[in-house]
């Protein structure tokens, strides 16, 4: 069974920096892309960053420059380094792998990130 395993979430003050973790237990095949959403309370999903098997980065324009997603040296692990943090990326945040060759998408469970201002 697929799962995917998220950490780095917490609480931090405005202006600082968090890094965000997935790795993706139960398939041996590499995630055609893998990426990071976010979901305020009130709001709906939003996308934060993917990136592309290849390593082709896309961002939300509320984060570019100040977000940057990564692949591990591990077959599907994805990161994503937070800086600047605004009091605005306040949410839960996913971590979302896809399988385009079979149709398959996978979440993770969401970890919450919390900027005080």
């Known amino acids: 069974q697929v799962e995917l395993v998220e950490s780095g979430g917490g609480l931090v003050q405005a202006g600082g920096s968090l890094r965000l973790s997935c790795a993706v237990s139960?398939?041996?095949?590499?995630?055609?892309?893998m990426g990071w959403y976010r979901q305020a309370p009130g709001n709906e999903r939003e996308m934060v960053a993917t990136?592309?098997?290849?390593?082709?980065?896309n961002y939300a324009d509320s984060v570019k420059g100040r977000f940057t997603i990564s692949q591990g040296n591990m077959k599907n692990t994805v990161y994503l380094q937070m800086n600047s943090l605004k009091p605005e990326d306040t949410a839960v945040y996913y971590c979302n792998a896809n399988w385009d060759t079979w149709g398959i998408s996978r979440w993770g469970q969401g970890t919450q990130v919390t900027i005080s201002s």
């Open positions: 990136i592309t098997n290849g390593g082709s980065p």
């Open positions: 139960g398939s041996v095949f590499s995630a055609t892309a």
